[in-house]
C-alpha cells in the first residue's frame, strides 16, 4: 500500500499541475491564432493582436483606471494597517483575540456582500462612484492581509533591540525609523505586492464600485459578453506575464531581505 501511495503521489501532483497551468497555455496559444475565433487547430501563427490590443484606447484606459485603484488602494490598506499591527502587537488576551477577530472579518465575508454594503456606506455619505470609491472598497479587502503580515513579522522581533536602542539615548522617532522599520520591511513590501495584486484582479467590488471607470477585469467582463476572441487572450496573456513578473520580484525580494537579516 505505502509503495502505491508513493508512486501515485507524483501522478496526482502533477495531474494538479496540469490543471493549474494547461488552461493558461491554451489561453496564451489562442492569443496567436489567425482568425476572429477560438479553436484549434492554428492553422498560422500571428503577432497581430498583441498590436491590435496595445493600440486599442479603452484598454489602455481601464489598464490606467487599474493601476490608479491598486495604488491608490495599497497606500490607504498599509497606511491603516500599520498602526493597527502596532495596537495588536501591544495588546494580548481576549482583546488582542477580539481586535484580530474584528480586523480580519472582511477576508471572510462574501466579497459581494462587502461591495453592496460599500456601496450603500458611500451613497449615505453622499460620495460617488469612481476610482476613489473603487479603491476605498479594496483597501478594505486588503488591510486584513497587511496586518496578519506584519503581525508575522513583529512576532520575530526581539523587544530587547529596541530596549537597546533606547539606552543607548534613541528616542522613539529613531527607534521607528531605524530599527523597526527597517525590521518590517521585507514584510511592508510584500504587503505592498500583495494589496497591488489584489487590487488588480478585484472583479466584483469593481463592478459595484466603478460606476462609468472600468477597470480591467470589469472590461473584459463586458466584452466577454460578444464572445471570446483571440484579443481578449492576448492581453489577458500579456497581464499574466506582468503579474508573475512581479509576484516572482516580490518573492525573490523579500528571500534577500531574510536572509540578510
Known amino acids: 500500500m505505502n509503495r502505491v501511495s508513493a508512486a501515485a503521489l507524483p501522478v496526482w501532483f502533477w495531474v494538479f499541475v496540469a490543471y493549474l497551468f494547461l488552461p493558461l497555455f491554451v489561453m496564451a496559444a489562442m492569443g496567436f491564432r489567425d482568425s476572429n475565433f477560438i479553436a484549434f487547430p492554428i492553422h498560422q501563427w500571428t503577432a497581430r493582436w498583441y498590436g491590435e490590443v496595445l493600440a486599442d484606447a479603452e484598454i489602455l484606459s481601464a489598464l490606467w483606471v487599474s493601476l490608479q485603484v491598486a495604488v491608490y488602494s495599497m497606500v490607504i490598506a498599509v497606511a491603516v494597517g500599520l498602526p493597527m499591527s502596532f495596537l495588536v502587537a501591544r495588546t494580548g488576551g481576549v482583546t488582542r483575540a477580539l481586535m484580530i477577530t474584528v480586523i480580519v472579518l472582511p477576508a471572510f465575508l462574501p466579497v459581494v456582500v462587502s461591495a453592496i454594503a460599500i456601496r450603500m456606506f458611500l451613497g449615505n ?4 462612484t469612481g476610482v476613489a470609491a473603487i479603491a476605498f472598497g479594496h483597501a478594505v479587502g486588503s488591510v486584513p492581509f497587511v496586518v496578519i503580515m506584519i503581525l508575522t513579522r ?14 543607548l539615548g534613541a528616542d522613539d522617532i529613531i ?17 505592498v505586492m500583495f494589496c497591488l495584486l489584489l487590487s488588480f484582479e478585484d472583479f466584483v467590488r469593481s463592478f459595484f464600485l466603478g460606476g462609468n471607470d472600468q477597470t480591467f477585469p470589469v472590461l473584459l467582463y463586458a466584452r466577454l459578453r460578444f464572445g471570446f476572441d483571440p484579443g481578449l487572450a492576448a492581453i489577458s496573456t500579456l497581464v499574466l506575464i506582468a503579474s508573475t513578473a512581479l509576484g516572482l520580484y516580490a518573492e525573490r525580494h ?6 540578510g537579516r
Do not use: E
Not at 513583529?154 to 530596549?163: E, G, I, P, R, T
Not at 527607534?175 to 514584510?187: D, Q
Not at 523579500?254 to 536572509?259: G, Q, S, T
Open 254 to 259: 523579500i528571500r534577500r531581505r531574510n536572509l
Open 154 to 167: 513583529l512576532s520575530a522581533m526581539s523587544a530587547n533591540m529596541a530596549d537597546a536602542a533606547r539606552n
Open 125 to 128: 455619505l453622499g460620495l460617488s
Open 175 to 191: 527607534v521607528m525609523s531605524r530599527i523597526v522599520l527597517p525590521f518590517l520591511a521585507p514584510a511592508l513590501f510584500g504587503a
